[in-house]
């Protein structure tokens, strides 16, 4: 079977890493050939260098990267290129679609920015009508079209599922749960030492995307700052560089004498050691599929807070700390649970390691398991 991967578009780190776990996964079929699509960046360009090595996997590398450009790249060149290479399956992994070709398709539902109410909610309360016009509504009704004409789906969790129903009519899709994350027992470190009587490390783990309004990155600038005026010894640990924070209206110079501006850290080594001793993660997006960075932290044994959401009760379980969004004093009180022993850390660690485990366990654990399924259900 030949399958062609439709990864344009995608370039973040979270991105990345799902996009190879899905490469490390199709090495171990050599009897598919596999046609990558991708946009020219420093991150892919590295990504397929590495895996150029398999001749199962066929990379190409798109330059123009534009919105616009994919979608007629999507729509007509596809055309061309599902003759030529003999193409069984498109796999579109960054969650677009091509409604008028024959060819079978599985979407990768990754992005749910277009598909949450309360996104909506925000820009209206807001007033920011054009905004929420281009940014989310305009291409909601791209994607929309593009899924209303699609049958097979897969999906991290099954929210996913639940956040597109309030949107789109589901009940002839088909959605498979896989699992994006490795809970091997070796994967799972023994929960952080805490002592709050010393100084507390604030952990925010986000890309250049911090500005855009679903990162939700006031909620945790305002509540530093409200932190930074009691009696509590703290700094922050932020993957973004003093200058894109300076040069931005969400955070407020105030806090630069305690911040650890660590900008984009491109290795796991370089991840692992932001998971140590007192650290709290926070994370305040108001919509995720997954939450890489948040599972992130449950594996390497830090305590993260998180909005009191749909998305985070489905990905990270029941036992999760959480807080109000767009509430200042709602994320303090989660804080200072933590701090002051209201929540037994460890316990609370190690309940979230293992609701995780289970959790996965119970989805497709490989893309080619799906890749079967799909073409035995159109046959």
Not at 16 to 42: G, R, S, T
Not at 166 to 172: A, G
Not at 319 to 334: H, P, R
């Amino acid at each position: 079977m030949n399958i062609l991967i439709n990864a344009l578009g995608i370039q973040d780190s979270g991105g990345l890493k799902v996009l190879k776990k899905v490469l490390n996964e199709c090495i171990k079929n050599d009897k598919y050939i596999y046609f990558i699509y991708v946009n020219n960046n420093v991150n892919i360009k590295k990504l397929s260098e590495k895996y150029r090595k398999f001749k199962e996997l066929r990379f190409e590398i798109i330059e123009k990267s534009s919105f616009l450009y994919r979608l007629y790249y999507e729509n007509f060149i596809f055309r061309n290129i599902l003759k030529d290479k003999n193409i069984d399956l498109i796999y579109n992994f960054s969650g677009t679609a091509q409604p008028f070709l024959k060819t079978s398709q599985l979407i990768k539902i990754h992005n749910l920015l277009f598909y949450t109410k309360t996104l909506d909610d925000i820009y209206k309360r807001e007033g920011k009508y054009i905004d929420w016009l281009k940014q989310v509504y305009l291409k909601r009704l791209v994607f929309k079209l593009m899924v209303q004409s699609s049958k097979y789906f897969e999906i991290q969790s099954l929210h996913v599922k639940e956040y597109m129903s309030d949107f789109i009519n589901i009940n002839k899709k088909t959605f498979f749960i896989k699992s994006d994350i490795d809970v091997r027992d070796g994967e799972f470190y023994l929960p952080k030492k805490y002592d709050f009587r010393k100084k507390v490390k604030f952990l925010y783990i986000v890309g250049p995307h911090f500005t855009y309004r679903h990162k939700n990155f006031r909620d945790f600038t305002n509540t530093m700052l409200e932190l930074s005026s009691l009696n509590i010894d703290f700094e922050i640990n932020i993957t973004l560089t003093h200058e894109q924070l300076n040069q931005s209206i969400l955070w407020d110079a105030r806090l630069n004498k305690i911040t650890n501006f660590l900008g984009y850290i491109d290795s796991q080594k370089g991840m692992d050691k932001l998971f140590c001793d007192n650290t709290i993660l926070i994370s305040t997006s108001i919509i995720e599929t997954l939450g890489l960075h948040v599972i992130e932290a449950i594996k390497k044994g830090v305590v993260p807070i998180v909005p009191s959401k749909k998305y985070s009760y489905s990905v990270y379980g029941e036992n999760v700390v959480t807080y109000k969004l767009f509430n200042t004093k709602s994320l303090l009180k989660a804080i200072f649970s933590i701090i002051d022993g209201e929540i037994n850390y460890e316990e609370n660690i190690m309940m979230l390691q293992n609701d995780l485990k289970i959790n996965e366990n119970k989805k497709y654990k490989n893309i080619i398991e799906i890749f079967k399924e799909v073409k035995n259900v159109q046959k």
